[in-house]
């Protein structure tokens, strides 16, 4: 097996990874653009609770990001077996964890909603949307899991393939179920909470499809559907569980930003879903070359290649750039036809331009922030990780109470909190990597 890696293998490895991040920011999308031409309400409603719903996701992709990190460890090391036993301990414990994150959902929306969201219009509709979006936690769980294979493997294929299915059933259904098209019901903010759901059912059912018929899962020891083993399962909760809980506080703390803006009032509660949206399309690339540069670096790592590490993670910073201007640069060029995307209201487009151009630069530095961090955890050391953000997310917090609370300032300077998260989590992770024995292979 060639382990050293080039730009070629970083580009294959990288863009199915794109479609894939493409495939969940499309269910937003859609979502704000169907919603958007409802109704204020409606759209700051699905953003509030879409992102209390990603919250949750984020602990099973938490999961799933360590699953990642020891299949591509395994690979390295050319232990294949290895392979399946690390994804069938994380099947075990994935599928569990979406039930109770579905059960946690039931149970709590509707109480956590009437705290955090002061507008009666918006808690209504948010909770119309909860109703049919939490049914998809437990396939959301699945696909990460399966989604942290495949990247694992550096075959990542099969996400192209997932994200087209799941563009395709979002699209119609949102369109058929919130409108009333094509013989079907007239559900508004609920039919977009459905068709996510069906949306993510779909990847499902082509990510089980294509891995009993593609992918030589034999080889790999998968789905022998063993007797868990203790060591094994510890093994994965040690680099797992930090994880889920990095998510877990990091989206958290998103999902409280967005609280605070809905206290300034609707109107920047719409600006702000525009410009999430936007900032979400904008920063897929970003996303998924960190995702790679978490994966290579595991496997570089795995086969004792560390000269190797830092100028590879350096190559994929450079193209995560490289990819990333061309996109800003049209995103920059025509910012209010941008913002007419997702509203027929001419003013609320307008008055979002000064905060879309505040994301377009913390997006610039996102990308170096993120593919250095993911550095990080590729390297084992996934509790450092947490600490590391935690103490970024502190400082993350105390600008926008500071910003939404106290001085109350316009939208676009709430927005600038995206640079304070960008610029620190840049430099904690420049001084891992630069002062922090890291060539000391972690046991994992």
């Known amino acids: 097996m060639q382990l050293s890696i080039t730009k070629k293998e970083i580009w294959q490895i990288t863009y199915p990874i794109i479609f894939g991040n493409l495939a969940q920011t499309l269910i937003v999308l859609v979502n704000t653009v169907f919603l958007g031409h409802l109704g204020k309400v409606e759209l700051g409603a699905a953003m509030m609770a879409g992102l209390y719903y990603l919250v949750f996701t984020t602990v099973a992709q938490g999961f799933a990001v360590g699953v990642q990190i020891l299949v591509a460890r395994r690979l390295g090391e050319n232990r294949l077996k290895g392979i399946g036993e690390v994804f069938e301990h994380g099947l075990y414990f994935a599928v569990p964890l979406g039930i109770l994150l579905f059960l946690m959902l039931a149970f709590t929306t509707q109480d956590f909603f009437g705290l955090i969201i002061h507008s009666d219009a918006i808690r209504v509709s948010a909770l119309r949307f909860m109703d049919f979006r939490q049914w998809g936690i437990i396939f959301v769980s699945i696909n990460f899991l399966f989604r942290s294979l495949y990247i694992g493997l550096s075959n990542t294929k099969i996400i192209t393939y997932t994200t087209l299915m799941m563009a395709v059933v979002n699209i119609f259904f949102d369109f058929s179920l919130i409108f009333g098209h094509c013989g079907l019901p007239q559900m508004g903010v609920a039919g977009a ?252």
């Open 193 to 444: 909470g459905l068709s996510s759901v069906l949306a993510e059912i779909s990847a499902t059912a082509v990510f089980f499809l294509y891995t009993f018929t593609k992918l030589p899962y034999k080889e790999y020891d998968l789905f022998r559907f063993r007797k868990p083993v203790g060591a094994i399962l510890s093994s994965v909760l040690r680099i797992s569980l930090p994880t889920m809980f990095q998510r877990l506080i990091s989206f958290g703390t998103w999902f409280l930003f967005f609280a605070m803006i809905e206290h300034l009032g609707e109107q920047e509660m719409a600006i702000s879903g525009i410009v999430r949206s936007v900032y979400m399309l904008c920063t897929i690339p970003v996303f998924a070359y960190s995702a790679t540069a978490n994966t290579v670096t595991s496997r570089l790592i795995g086969a004792n290649l560390y000269d190797e590490v830092v100028p590879t993670v350096m190559r994929v910073l450079k193209m995560s750039w490289l990819t990333l201007l061309p996109i800003l640069l049209v995103f920059v060029a025509f910012p209010e036809q941008i913002a007419t995307i997702y509203t027929d209201d001419m003013e609320l487009a307008a008055q979002s331009v000064p905060a879309l151009y505040t994301i377009y630069v913390a997006a610039v530095v996102m990308a170096a922030a993120m593919a250095i961090f993911e550095f990080v955890s590729g390297t084992g050391r996934t509790l450092i990780a947490l600490l590391m953000e935690s103490g970024v997310l502190v400082f993350y917090v105390i600008y926008i109470y500071l910003a939404t609370e106290i001085f109350r300032l316009p939208i676009q300077w709430v927005w600038c909190s995206e640079w304070v998260y960008s610029l620190l989590m840049l430099l904690v992770s420049v001084c891992f990597l630069k002062f922090y024995p890291w060539r000391r292979k972690s046991q994992i």
